[in-house]
């Protein structure tokens, strides 16, 4: 079994982690928007790599001094495994958000925490409390309900957007084992170097020359999402896996209005009951979470005597 991650107190808590991924699954939502808007107009590999390239320019300082504290080869390794897994799964996901709606890629990609779930349990040992298992299912049914009319017919987005899933969910456990040990600044930055790397081939092969617009737009999505990785990392750090989890399927929703209120997107009922039960899902958690939490602190009668 790999060694699970340390949680240190001084780097938060179960209500930090929950905080810290809800502003994650906000800053991806500015993602998911701008990729639609600039759409299939660049091939998806050459759309990710100057996403990246771009970001890696803006971790330059912080890679920089990771470079100049050294690293173990085991870690390296660690590193480049992470992103050239995460590099298929970003291609993938570029074509899907050119093909399919936004709500559609997100509750796909909603499959991704059962594998990190699962992944959780089974490399860190994480327990797979019934509170958490109860809040991530429900959670997950709750995406369901709100595209299932949108499963009748499966494409290739679909299909792209259903093979991301697990890749992601491989990059998200790698990096929770980094974040143990790593800054956020050095986990964000390294995995900007070898996405980058892993991309290069295949944006060479269908490579179109961008304007200036495209490669504007393409900035303002590395920033968004370069600091929302950063964001995803200090989560990781400050609560185990099974509690931010459920946190992340607020996106959904948050996805959805962006979808009707900027692409003109329909809404029906099955977003609003599935939204509900959500919201209830991250509700439930966060409170069993701050229980928990306040439980544990609370010293036995005759401690303090």
């Known amino acids: 079994m790999i060694q699970p991650p340390r949680y240190n107190p001084s780097a938060g808590s179960a209500w930090t982690g929950i905080g810290w991924m809800a502003l994650t699954g906000l800053l991806f939502v500015c993602v998911t928007g701008i990729v639609r808007y600039v759409g299939s107009g660049i091939p998806a590999a050459e759309a990710a790599f100057i996403r990246y390239a771009i970001g890696l320019v803006m971790m330059t300082p912080f890679l920089i001094k990771a470079f100049g504290m050294g690293m173990s ?27 399919i709606p936004i709500a559609e890629v997100t509750a796909i990609g909603y499959t991704s925490p059962i594998y990190i779930a699962l ?44 093979l ?29 170097v070898f996405v980058t790397l892993g991309l290069a081939p295949f944006a060479y092969a269908v490579w179109e020359t961008p304007d200036i617009s495209e490669v504007g737009w393409l900035a303002l999505v590395a920033a968004f999402a370069t600091t929302g990785h950063f964001t ?16 992340t399927f607020l996106q959904l929703v948050w996805a959805t209005i962006l979808g009707s209120a900027v692409f003109g997107e329909p809404v029906d009922v099955f977003v609003l009951v599935g939204g509900g039960i959500i919201i209830a899902a991250v509700s439930f ?21």
């Open 164 to 192: 991301s899933a697990p890749l992601f969910a491989i990059s998200y456990l790698v990096a929770k084992r980094l974040s143990n040990d790593e800054d956020p600044s050095v986990v964000v930055g390294m995995l900007s």
């Open 232 to 247: 995803m990392t200090k989560a990781l750090k400050a609560a185990p896996l099974m509690v931010t989890q459920p946190v």
């Open 285 to 305: 958690i966060s409170y069993r979470e701050w229980v928990v939490s306040r439980n544990a602190r609370t010293p036995p009668v005759g401690v303090l005597d």
């Open 73 to 99: 080869p085991v870690k390296l390794g660690l590193f480049a495994g992470r992103g050239m897994v995460h590099a298929l799964g970003v291609i993938l996901w570029f074509y899907a958000m050119a093909n």
């Open 119 to 162: 992944g959780a349990a089974f490399f860190f040992g994480e327990k797979l409390a019934a509170r958490r298992i109860l809040a991530v299912v429900a959670a997950f049914v709750g995406a369901m309900i709100i595209v299932r009319p949108g499963f009748h017919e499966v494409g290739n987005g679909q299909i792209a957007q259903l």
